[in-house]
């Protein structure tokens, strides 16, 4: 607990990450004390059978890979991005990285004597995970896997858990976009890239994914 309260003090002061105001432990229970923020989160927003459009999904990726290229440089991992983690802030419509219980610092990794990163506990939430975080190695591409997955999530209107998958483990999704509207190839092969299963083909960073949008 008290690793994870470091890792969001070390954040800072972020305008689109709640500021944490103390942390504290009382009758074995442990207490995070963070800045309230008004707003509504994306699950709220997100609704079956009602896509997105491109121009509003690039404006949401723009939003979150700004945060999570800042977190990221801090040397920390968010690992459970989703709908209901990412707020729209109502005083300005900006998004608002939320609820960092599963915050993971890269430096505080456990190295065995071979050597070896030691594996950590899988969290988080399956449909937003890459197979190598659920295997208990999550790294910076779990939290850019997620978030295209939430972009995929908008553009189609369709939940994760109805995508299907095919037998190379790619993500089924580019059928469920809608055939009268004209998307561009580039952006759709970025999406792909976000999610791609074989962590080769992943992007390195939320700054290349920027860089690329």
């Known amino acids: 607990f008290k690793t994870e309260a470091t890792a969001l003090h070390s954040l800072g002061h972020h305008p689109q990450i709640p500021e944490l105001l103390a942390y504290f432990e009382e009758e074995e229970k442990f207490y995070l004390v ?3 923020i008004a707003g509504q989160t994306l699950d709220k927003k997100l609704r079956p059978n009602q896509p997105w459009s491109a121009e509003q999904v690039i404006e ?7 945060v999570l290229r800042y977190i990221h440089d801090k040397g920390v991992i968010h ?3 989703k709908p209901s983690n990412l707020m729209r802030r109502r005083q300005d419509n900006r998004i608002i990285l939320i609820d960092f219980g599963s915050v993971k610092q890269v430096s505080t990794q456990i190295i065995d004597g071979a050597g070896q990163v030691k594996q950590t506990v899988a969290v988080g939430t399956k449909s937003y995970m890459p197979m190598e975080q659920m295997m208990g190695r999550p790294g910076f ?28 483990g790619e993500i089924i999704w580019r059928r469920q976009l ?6 561009q190839p580039r952006f759709l092969d970025l999406l792909d890239q976000m999610v791609r299963y074989r962590h080769q083909e992943w992007y390195g960073s939320a700054g290349a994914v920027l860089s690329d949008l």
């Open 34 to 36: 963070q800045q309230y």
């Open 141 to 168: 591409y779990s939290d850019i896997y997620a978030l295209g997955v939430i972009a995929i999530q908008a553009l189609t209107g369709v939940e994760p858990k109805d995508l299907p998958i095919d037998d190379n």
């Open 178 to 183: 809608n055939p009268r509207v004209h998307y």
């Open 79 to 81: 690992r459970d991005l």
């Open 60 to 66: 949401l990726l723009r939003d979150c890979l700004n």
